[in-house]
């Protein structure tokens, strides 16, 4: 461990290595941990499937993010995966959950008995992919319903209500591209949408008109990449923007004059390395901010050092730390945030160039 001056300046140690078992661990408590005196009535409950995903119940964040169970067992299936120990997680009870959690008209909620959007749809998609369990699931209502929510202008939206962002354009494109149906959508004209949002600085923003911002380039950049479109990206000048996103901590932010952010490592760090220029940031500076971020005790990563880890930044962290080549990991695919065995495995590595 280095030691450093902490900004209270007392003395803290900092890891000077990725601390896997205990980032397992944490992910591991997040799943369930029902005391003894509340299982018999939660399992009364019809709704009740043996896991309580991916957060641990009795803190208020629990129920402020409910709707984000489905992403969290994506989240945290990926990182342990990517540590080598996809097994921390009940498969069979985490299918059961997916299956419970999917609509009559395709689409999946964020957990029980929450209504159907993109966003988890495609974490849904990506969980059952990577177990290759797409067998446990209905994927011509999935597919029809991606489908039904593309309007004329190629753009999707979210949900029934009608939010439009080019997020929602890359959840489609990942979904049915990992379900071989890209045919059941206008690709060419979501194409023109995600060129539509972006901008003289060679960034996408979530609009058109909207400013760049690192994830809506990983959006972009990942959508047109799995399309075969990336000759919309011009490389030099998108890449000389993503590597001006590095501080002189060595961390990364979303868009000029903002803060660092471990989850950038995953948003800046997947488009350059599409665009094969991961080398034009400084790796090991960047690599010690991550590491910097770690909670060594309880286990996570946080956004940044000292602050509260969660599953989301402790996925970012370890997948930024796969595409820098961090020793002991899996890697990472750069377009699907999936581990690379899996898109292999599907046949949908390498088909990709700039
Ligand atoms: C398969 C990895 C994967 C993703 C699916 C939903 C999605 C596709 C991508 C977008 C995810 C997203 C919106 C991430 C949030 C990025 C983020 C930290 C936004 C915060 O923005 P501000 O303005 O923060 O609050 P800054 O850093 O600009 O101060
Ligand atoms: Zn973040």
């Known amino acids: 461990s280095q030691v450093k001056n902490g900004t209270n300046g007392t003395m803290t140690s900092l890891p000077a290595t990725l601390l896997s078992d205990l980032h397992v661990q944490y992910i591991k408590s997040l799943d369930t941990i029902v005391p003894p005196s509340e299982f018999a009535l939660l399992a009364s409950r019809p709704e009740f499937t043996g896991i309580w995903p991916l957060q641990k119940k009795d803190d208020l964040e629990y129920w402020l993010t409910e709707h984000l169970r489905v992403n969290g067992v994506?989240?945290?299936?990926?990182?342990?995966?990517?540590?080598?120990?996809?097994?921390?997680?009940?498969?069979?009870?985490?299918?059961?959950?997916?299956?419970?959690?999917?609509?009559?008209?395709?689409?999946?909620?964020?957990?029980?008995?929450?209504?159907?959007?993109l966003l988890y749809t495609l974490s849904a998609i990506q969980i059952l992919v990577t177990y290759d369990r797409l067998d446990a699931i209905d994927v011509d209502k999935v597919v029809s319903y991606v489908r039904s929510l593309q309007l004329p202008d190629g753009s999707f939206s979210g949900d029934e209500w009608g939010e439009i962002d080019i997020r929602f354009c890359y959840c489609a494109i990942s979904c049915m591209s990992l379900l071989k149906r890209l045919d059941a959508i206008d690709v060419p004209r979501t194409v023109e949408f995600v060129v539509r949002c972006k901008n003289y600085d060679g960034g996408f923003g979530s609009q058109p008109g909207s400013e760049s911002h690192a994830a809506m380039v990983f959006c972009g950049v990942g959508a047109l990449a799995i399309v075969n479109a990336l000759h919309h990206v011009d490389a030099d000048l998108l890449g000389w923007w993503l590597c001006e996103r590095q501080l002189g901590n060595g961390g990364l932010n979303g868009r000029p004059q903002k803060l660092e952010d471990v989850c950038y490592s995953w948003w800046v760090l997947s488009a350059l390395s599409i665009l094969g220029r991961v080398h034009w940031i400084?790796?090991?500076?960047?690599?010690?901010?991550?590491?910097?971020?770690?909670?060594?005790?309880?286990g996570g990563i946080a956004d940044r050092?000292?602050?509260?880890?969660?599953?989301?930044?402790?996925?970012?962290?370890?997948?930024?730390?796969s595409l820098l080549g961090y020793p002991g990991l899996k890697s990472v695919d750069p377009v699907y945030c999936m581990p690379k065995h899996v898109i292999q495995r599907v046949g949908l590595a390498e088909r990709y160039r700039v």
């Open 74 to 117: 994506y989240w945290g299936l990926t990182a342990l995966d990517l540590m080598n120990n996809i097994d921390a997680l009940e498969r069979d009870q985490v299918i059961k959950y997916l299956q419970d959690c999917q609509h009559e008209n395709g689409g999946f909620g964020g957990h029980l008995n929450h209504d159907p959007h």
């Open 305 to 321: 050092p000292g602050d509260m880890a969660d599953v989301f930044h402790t996925l970012f962290g370890v997948a930024g730390l």
């Open 282 to 298: 400084n790796k090991e500076k960047l690599i010690s901010f991550i590491l910097s971020a770690q909670d060594t005790e309880a």
